[in-house]
Nanobody, 127 residues
Framework: QVQLVESGGGSVQAGGSLRLSCAASGYTYSSYCMGWFRQAPGKEREGVANMNSDGSTSYADSVKGRFTISRDNAKNTLYLQMNSLKPEDTAMYYC?????????????????????WGQGTQVTVSS
């Protein structure tokens, strides 16, 4: 059974930083494509970043240069380092793992690539 548990959210002032973590269990984590998504109140969920099984990454334009996705396969953990945070980054952030048929390559632009989701962690950025 795949389980994803996010942590690291919180409240921060604009310009600050946070690092989100996603602890994975129940599958061969290191070979799976993973991603981060977010959903602000009243808005649809949007993709933020993804990391393929080969380590290649892709980012939404809105976070490029500020956010960094990484993984520690020894710890079965995915990270999202968020720097230069803006009020518009305020959202619930979700970790996701790709469906098995997308486990080598997925994209944050296609939510259907992801079949396993965490419960989310709240990030609030004040101006």
């Amino acid at each position: 059974q795949v389980q994803l548990v996010e942590s690291g959210g919180g409240s921060v002032q604009a310009g600050g930083s946070l690092r989100l973590s996603c602890a994975a269990s129940g599958y061969t984590y290191s070979s799976y494509c993973m991603g981060w998504f977010r959903q602000a109140p009243g808005k649809e969920r949007e993709g933020v970043a993804n990391m393929n099984s080969d380590g290649s990454t892709s980012y939404a334009d809105s976070v490029k240069g500020r956010f960094t996705i990484s993984r520690d396969n020894a710890k079965n953990t995915l990270y999202l380092q968020m720097n230069s945070l803006k009020p518009e980054d305020t959202a619930m952030y979700y970790c996701a793992a790709a469906w098995p048929f997308r486990r080598y390559s997925c994209t944050h632009r296609r939510e259907g690539d992801f079949g396993y989701w965490g419960q989310g962690t709240q990030v609030t950025v004040s101006s």
